[in-house]
DNA sequence: CACACGGATGATAACGTTTTCATGCGATGC
DNA sequence: GCATCGCATGAAAACGTTATCATCCGTGTG
């Protein structure tokens, strides 16, 4: 009979109704040292008698290793995001270790510090941020020093270790693609943060510059693709815009809703590029022609490098993920060349 | 100087730095006990000079209880998962808890166990097991006894304490709408576990039932909106099909591409109604019809149930969401009926 | 036969924190 | 003016596990 109903048991109980010690029990658990076939058993019989499960805290503590990696992002739910997180846990998950996600919703230092505190205030063994967005940024100005940290991001950046998904070249491979079909210039509708540093507006610009085109003002929408339908059904009205590049393909989808409406043509008459390679983007109608960017392999990428960091090794070689672009049918060349 | 550089500094160094007992740091720390203005300033400087930070393992040993959920899921990127973790994080979050994911990715028993085995050899203080799938199933049905456990799933289950997200009664609104349209039948593209206990096919099933129609061979889909897109390329075939209720939005999208491709018209010849409510739906041409459920809520349900099982508590009321049926463009009356 | 050796085992220390208990001290009540 | 109380503080115990060290026993070697 256990001896206490309301307590769980611990390595003692299991000891003591084994007739062993308690390393003894111990060893048979971990393994790191050889236990009589005799004790082994008896040792086993009462974990499963009992119901033993080890205290993790108490592991936790004495290892001095943990075995947790903090994963911190401004969202959780959105297509890069979430696969990005799925490559970090199924790598992690491979190698023995779990994630914690924690969400970071504002952008003020002190609603971030505290966010990250309370992350923190678990035994973790390194963090990621997701610095995809000012959240992003914040996440990694607040965290504190001596935390082995690794940023996730669209473009290199300073003060933490980066891993990128280089969303530079992958936009100006998107721009390139658009005016080598004869587009005079290419429009672009921003995710957020696309102000200054994302790699995907600066690759449209400087795709722009280099082939002395034009570079028309960038249109800056949310997360939300109904921002970009918005923007979409005052874009309609405008016969100079022949090709738009999306930050991302949710909003391209909602970009094309507005032209639908509006009874404008994609590709005949508007080219339509997103970027990321949402899924559904093949199935639209015009299918969506997008820049695919592994996410699932930065999100592995970054494991690796907070792995390395933990264990103060030389981190990988940082190959940055190539961009693919997916030409379907949502582009094409503009009306003037057509009617050639 | 701190005493050694390797070593991160513990609540020993603070107290020697400032020059009191270690007890007194702890009280300035957690704020139990009232400390000296003097004291208490002292041992602030130390904190912040030393970059200390309590050891989350060696709290949740003496505490005894964990702030640690731990999700158990069989993928993160579906838009119904993403959403239900994102609800479960927010509750957390805002309740001082912090939640660990980790994917099941097979659903062989053993398999099963040893990723159960890994997440739980952190310390966690609850379970939440999303049941949307075998895998999760597989889950529910490994958890070692002894620990709290809810599972969030589609329709009730046995065992452990479910939180639903009332799928039945939402596929039953859904087909008695497209029947109260006229349709002689409705046909239905499941997910997967669709088979026996899923809770769409079987209100899909019960609604048919009760208007005594004809109840169609059932076609069973993957998660892959493609596997949807072939089998919609033989259904546009058949001019007996006039109404298709689809198991999640994805799957719909799949299909009404296959439909267009093949010709056939929406919602004149064919009405389409999707299940969850995915944001892209209201973008298509046409707009997709569908049943929107709560799953943000439902994670917060979730939590709530699962903290209340850790207090002893007597769990919240459970309410089940309820689903609201979106009309848009991609459904409406059959053929037959527009004829007239 | 004495001795070293190796393998299994148990006693004890250690991890870093919070809680409990005891102590000293100044203020208060009779 | 003495006993009592409350309060801040420190010493020590406690949490549950693993690591370290010593011990014991059996075996092989000289």
Same mark, same amino acid.
């Given at each position: 009979?256990?001896?206490?109903?309301?307590?769980?048991?611990?390595?003692?109980?299991?000891?003591?109704?084994?007739?062993?010690?308690?390393?003894?029990?111990?060893?048979?658990?971990?393994?790191?040292?050889?236990?009589?076939?005799?004790?082994?058993?008896?040792?086993?019989?009462?974990?499963?008698?009992?119901?033993?499960?080890?205290?993790?805290?108490?592991?936790?503590?004495?290892?001095?290793?943990?075995?947790?990696?903090?994963?911190?992002?401004?969202?959780?739910?959105?297509?890069?995001?979430?696969?990005?997180?799925?490559?970090?846990?199924?790598?992690?998950?491979?190698?023995?270790?779990?994630?914690?996600?924690?969400?970071?919703?504002?952008?003020?230092?002190?609603?971030?510090?505290?966010?990250?505190?309370?992350?923190?205030?678990?035994?973790?063994?390194?963090?990621?941020?997701?610095?995809?967005?000012?959240?992003?940024?914040?996440?990694?100005?607040?965290?504190?020093?001596?935390?082995?940290?690794?940023?996730?991001?669209?473009?290199?950046?300073?003060?933490?270790?980066?891993?990128?998904?280089?969303?530079?070249?992958?936009?100006?491979?998107?721009?390139?693609?658009?005016?080598?079909?004869?587009?005079?210039?290419?429009?672009?509708?921003?995710?957020?943060?696309?102000?200054?540093?994302?790699?995907?507006?600066?690759? #449209?610009?400087?795709?722009?510059?280099?082939?002395?085109?034009?570079?028309?003002?960038?249109?800056?929408?949310? #997360?939300?693709?109904?921002?970009?339908?918005?923007?979409?059904?005052?874009?309609?009205?405008?016969?100079?815009?022949?090709?738009?590049?999306?930050?991302?393909?949710?909003?391209?989808?909602?970009?094309?809703?507005?032209?639908?409406?509006?009874?404008?043509?994609?590709?005949?008459?508007?080219?339509?590029?997103?970027?990321?390679?949402?899924?559904?983007?093949?199935? #639209?109608?015009?299918?969506?022609?997008?820049?695919?960017?592994?996410?699932?392999?930065?999100?592995?990428?970054?494991?690796?490098?907070?792995?390395?960091?933990?264990?103060?090794?030389?981190?990988?070689?940082?190959?940055?993920?190539?961009?693919?672009?997916?030409?379907?049918?949502?582009?094409?060349?503009?009306?003037?060349?057509?009617?050639?």
């Amino acid at each position: 009979m256990p001896r206490s109903v309301s307590r769980t048991p611990a390595i003692t109980d299991v000891a003591k109704l084994a007739g062993v010690s308690v390393p003894t029990v111990s060893r048979v658990l971990t393994g790191s040292v050889p236990v009589s076939t005799e004790r082994r058993e008896r040792v086993l019989r009462a974990i499963q008698e009992l119901g033993y499960r080890p205290n993790g805290a108490a592991r936790a503590l004495i290892k001095g290793h943990q075995s947790v990696i903090a994963v911190l992002a401004g969202a959780t739910t959105r297509y890069g995001y979430a696969l990005t997180i799925q490559g970090i846990e199924e790598a992690a998950r491979l190698a023995g270790y779990i994630v914690m996600i924690t969400v970071i919703e504002a952008d003020d230092p002190d609603t971030v510090t505290k966010t990250i505190d309370l992350a923190l205030a678990n035994p973790v063994a390194g963090v990621i941020v997701l610095k995809f967005d000012p959240a992003g940024i914040a996440a990694v100005r607040a965290m504190p020093p001596g935390v082995p940290v690794v940023a996730v991001a669209g473009s290199r950046g300073s003060g933490v270790p980066h891993v990128v998904l280089d969303d530079t070249t992958a936009a100006m491979t998107a721009t390139d693609y658009l005016l080598q079909l004869g587009h005079r210039t290419v429009h672009h509708i921003a995710v957020p943060l696309a102000g200054r540093r994302s790699g995907r507006s600066a690759g #449209w610009r400087k795709a722009l510059e280099r082939a002395s085109a034009e570079i028309p003002q960038l249109m800056e929408a949310g #997360w939300d693709p109904h921002q970009a339908y918005e923007i979409g059904l005052t874009l309609a009205e405008r016969d100079d815009v022949t090709a738009v590049l999306c930050g991302n393909d949710e909003l391209a989808i909602g970009l094309l809703r507005a032209l639908h409406e509006k009874g404008r043509r994609v590709p005949e008459e508007i080219s339509v590029v997103g970027f990321d390679g949402h899924p559904l983007g093949a199935l #639209w109608s015009p299918a969506l022609t997008t820049v695919r960017q592994d996410f699932v392999d930065v999100g592995r990428r970054a494991f690796r490098e907070v792995v390395a960091m933990i264990g103060k090794e030389q981190p990988p070689q940082n190959s940055s993920g190539t961009p693919q672009l997916v030409i379907r049918e949502s582009s094409g060349p503009p009306p003037e060349t057509r009617r050639r």
